[in-house]
């Protein structure tokens, strides 16, 4: 017999893995597009960061395109880290070298790159809203104008607005001069911007309307930068605003090559300058540009899509896709009735309790979504009192809180001593017995004869001050300059950081004060210190000038810690790019959720639309909608009409928790729905029945005193049963009552009576 031996593959002639197979048949075709505009609509949980991860690595791998030639522009650090380790993960190190980041932090490192062209040093700073307020306080009483009458952060708004149109102080003059605060808007403008660059200071803003100007001004930049960038991606399109538009259309103007991502019914940044008609007018823009749909969804379950697919559809501009998706059909939306918003945070955290224990959900799978910041506050005492573990996104950044901005401005003053934000915060601080007469005297003189204060402070002598005032003044400009010459000759970041606190006296300050307050604040400074630990250790040239940047470019979203075993509460805007596989939408009533509809207003209808459509798409496995009938505002009690989007959702979807449909209003029934509030009887039950297995039922042996019923006691009045905990004898119920509030009480004692029968 003939022998044979099978003969091992040599893997040289085996056909190379083309990693594109991994995507769907619109991803790929999304992915493998590499010359000319690219419009990619893609709709939520369609995988946009995956179609463009592979985008990229198909221009380094199979274009041979260099990684320096892409610049890829996202809206979070958050999504570029994400984007960098996937590109890292499919084609390895042949990415390192591409610029990918927000539109901030790319577009300040061009500007550090070319800054002395526009009359700005290296070493710039950059004020956060809370350093351009007091800027413009400042500028405001040299203006003679009371900042307790004409508010800083009306003005600073302002200015950011025409800003984000690229309006300049000369336009904003001559066009927006209409009012008193116009006019007071535009004096400001004016001082605000010399301000800024007499202290070496960029805002924000200045970060998106300072390229076009470099650009404009200096046309063998902008092509340098052009023939830099031969291919740019561009993620969250319908979110730029005209300052982000203008640059990068500038930037693709030679090539046009650029891939723009984004989806239409995800616009809800209106009130930043993001400007919906970017991505609606791209194909005028660019009259050769293919346009791509991903309607596959890969995140929610059938019945939610459906759900925000209902919703969406009543939105009149808008570009044509339909979102599907293979998932199971799921679950469907549930629909919670409360007394009022305490009622709202128990129950929604008793619902947390029982998810956890049934389904074995952890508390990182659950996110509360708000319309308002201050919704949260009644949730986190609910969750508190519950011991539930939740992280707040949206509350005091730790980069924001006293202590941490004192140091920085510190650690500013080594890089840039002409910031003078950063010179008024601690000239003083901790206290050198440098007081406001003195600190008037040296802006007075500084503003007579227009110079910095930093070169005031080596002047000091000729200032109108007394001789200790003047000592002490000049003890702090040595201070400085020995740290800076620290830190110049070489000395480490975190050693230079070390000596601040020692040499500023702030360290000492907070120990003496020895308050749990203060301890508090030393704890932070502390944490701080390991920062700049970290950065030290991960970059391979750190410098105090980039640290600075990094951590004043520092997003909400980037804090937000997934993996962190806590529920997430935080608002619908917030949550834009995110996914839980529970989510609560609370605060479902007119004038919350939506905002201040008005009749004639369908644009901020239809915004306020999307941003419900962007809180549905963040739900995987289970959807809640939530609203109250009653609520405090103003300091009173006042009667809440549901949202009318809740009559305009698809009603196959959504149910009670009794498992019973909801019921849609016929348009003259929704029209006073919005104007005045529902009449509301709190002796009439909220459900009709005992809630199904599904929700969250627990059996009580065919007792009807059971969380949801609605009850009367003699002396209390009607109420609503919450929780109830204990067995036989020993049975305790925790009770909502209109008059009196919660109360908890014995069920054997408590002589209740049910309102009305359940069926």
């Known amino acids: 017999m003939q022998k044979f031996t099978l003969k091992k593959a040599d893997p040289s002639n085996e056909r190379p893995r083309d990693f594109l197979d991994e995507l769907n048949k619109q991803q790929r075709e999304a992915a493998a597009h590499v010359t000319g505009p690219l419009l990619i609509i893609a709709g939520a949980g369609s995988g946009k ?10 221009l380094l791998r199979r274009q041979h395109a260099l990684p320096q030639n892409i610049l890829a522009l996202t809206f979070t650090n958050k999504a570029a880290r994400e984007m960098q380790e996937r590109i890292r993960h499919l084609i ?9 980041g927000t539109f901030h932090s790319i577009f300040s490192k061009i500007l550090r790159f070319e800054a002395e062209k526009i009359g700005y040093n290296a070493n710039f700073s950059i004020y956060d809203t809370s350093d351009s307020e007091n800027a413009i306080k400042l500028i405001l009483k040299e203006l003679n104008f009371d900042p307790k009458e004409i508010k800083p952060r009306t003005i600073q708004r302002k200015i950011s607005d025409a800003k984000n149109e690229l309006i300049l102080p000369d336009t904003y003059k001559t066009r927006f001069v209409f009012n008193t605060l116009d006019d007071i808007t ?11 660059k007499q202290a070496n200071a960029m805002d924000f803003d200045d970060l998106l309307i300072k390229p076009t100007e470099l650009f404009t001004e200096h046309p063998d930049v902008l092509e340098k930068y052009q023939d830099r960038f031969r291919y740019i991606l561009i993620d969250e399109y319908q979110d730029t605003n005209h300052a982000q538009y203008k640059v990068t259309r500038l930037l693709a103007e030679k090539y046009q090559n650029i891939c723009v991502v984004g989806d239409d019914a995800q616009s809800i940044y209106s009130f930043r300058g993001a400007d919906i008609s970017n991505i609606l007018n791209f194909k005028q823009d660019y009259p050769e540009a293919s346009q791509i749909p991903l309607e596959q969804n890969y995140r929610s379950t059938k019945f939610i899509l459906q759900c925000a697919d209902s919703i969406i559809k009543k939105n009149q501009n808008q570009l044509h896709k339909t979102l599907w998706t293979e998932n199971e059909e799921g679950e469907t939306v549930t629909l919670l009735e409360n007394f009022d918003e305490r009622d709202e945070a128990n129950r929604i955290s008793s619902l947390i309790q ?43 950044s730790f980069y924001q809180r006293k202590e941490i901005k004192d140091v920085v401005a510190y650690l500013t003053l080594l890089v840039n001593p002409n910031d003078e934000q950063a010179l008024l915060r601690v000239i003083n601080e901790p206290s ?6 003195s600190l008037n005297e040296l802006i007075k003189k500084a503003r007579a004869e227009k110079r910095t204060i930093w070169s005031i402070l080596g002047d000091v002598e000729s200032a109108d001050l007394y001789k200790p005032a003047k000592e002490r003044v000049a003890g702090f400009r040595q201070m400085i300059y020995h740290l800076k010459d620290l830190l110049e000759s070489g000395t480490s970041i975190l050693e230079v950081s070390k000596k601040v606190l020692e040499k500023s006296g702030y360290l000492k300050m907070l ?13 932070n400074v502390l944490e701080l210190q390991n920062a700049i630990a970290y950065y030290q250790q991960n970059n391979k040239k750190p410098s105090l000038s980039a640290f600075l940047q990094e951590i004043s470019l520092i997003t909400d979203t980037d804090k937000y810690d997934e993996t962190k075993p806590a529920v997430t509460l935080m608002t619908v805007h917030a949550s834009k790019g995110l996914e839980f596989p529970v989510v609560f939408i609370v605060g479902l009533e007119e004038n919350l959720f939506p905002m201040g509809a008005r009749d004639g207003e369908e644009a901020n209808i239809e915004e306020e639309r999307r941003l419900f459509y962007v809180a549905i798409t963040r739900a995987q496995k289970r959807l809640y ?35 019973a449909t909801i019921t849609q209003k016929n348009s003259n029934e929704s029209k006073e729905n919005n104007q005045v509030a529902d009449e509301y009887d709190y002796r ?33 009045g009607a109420g609503k049963i919450l929780q109830r905990n204990g067995t036989g004898r020993d049975t305790r119920i925790v009770v909502f009552f209109k008059q009196r509030g919660q109360k908890t009480l014995m069920l054997r004692a408590a002589n209740l009576t049910l309102v009305s029968e359940m069926e």
């Open 354 to 396: 029982d998810l956890t224990l049934r389904l074995g959900l952890n508390y990182n799978d659950f996110a509360i979504l708000y319309r308002t910041n201050y919704q949260s506050r009644i949730f986190e005492e609910s969750l508190r009192r519950k011991n539930i573990s939740y992280q707040l996104v949206g509350g005091l």
């Open 625 to 659: 909608f939530s609203f109250s009938r009653m609520r405090f505002k103003y300091g009173e009690e006042q009667r809440q009409a549901r949202s009318r989007f809740l009559n305009e959702v698809d009603p196959g979807v959504v149910r009670t928790e009794t498992g």
């Open 684 to 716: 009439k039950p909220l459900f009709s029945k005992k809630p199904k297995q599904n929700t969250f039922e627990v059996e009580y042996d065919n007792d009807p005193f059971y969380p949801g019923a609605v009850v009367h006691h003699n002396s209390f």
């Open 92 to 100: 390895g190190e042949r990415s390192t070298g591409l610029w990918m």
């Open 511 to 523: 120990v003496e004060e020895n308050s749990a307050e203060s301890l508090t604040r030393r704890d």
């Open 49 to 58: 960061t995956r179609v463009l991860t592979y985008r990229v690595a198909n």
């Open 432 to 437: 050198r017995g440098i007081g406001n007469k």
């Open 186 to 196: 535009s004096q400001v403008y004016e001082r605000y911007q010399i301000a800024l």
